[in-house]
């Protein structure tokens, strides 16, 4: 898999992490460039991972933590939807061929 994260504030991306298993295990990502110095990252920072996927139906979820330490909570519910920070899931769906 490959994503992009962000914090914000100048915040930097310190670790990103993978899980299969709604958060029991974690698989820390690949970022694919070095962090700029402290609060100077005022952009996107890349990453990869290597996920295993089965024959069965399986949800990813990405979570970040940036350089103050603050990381993604797995559930944010908020009325509007504003500023929702929460891990990231999709659902890969095995193919039929």
């Not at 490959?2 to 915040?11: L, N, Q």
């Not at 962090?35 to 990813?60: C, G, I, L, Q």
């Not at 509007?80 to 061929?97: E, V």
Request: proline share 4%; with cysteine.
């Amino acid at each position: 898999m490959k994503g992009f994260a962000y914090s914000g504030a100048g915040k930097g991306i310190l670790r990103v992490e993978v899980t299969t298993d709604r958060g029991q295990n974690w698989t820390e990502a690949e970022l694919t460039h070095e962090p700029e110095s402290y609060n100077r990252n005022w952009s996107w920072v890349f990453w990869r991972a290597d996920v295993p996927v089965s024959d069965k139906e399986t949800e990813v979820c990405v979570r970040a933590m940036d350089t103050s330490h603050n990381i993604m909570p797995s559930y944010v519910w908020n009325f509007r939807g504003l500023l929702n920070n929460a891990w990231h899931c999709i659902k890969l769906h095995p193919s039929k061929d």
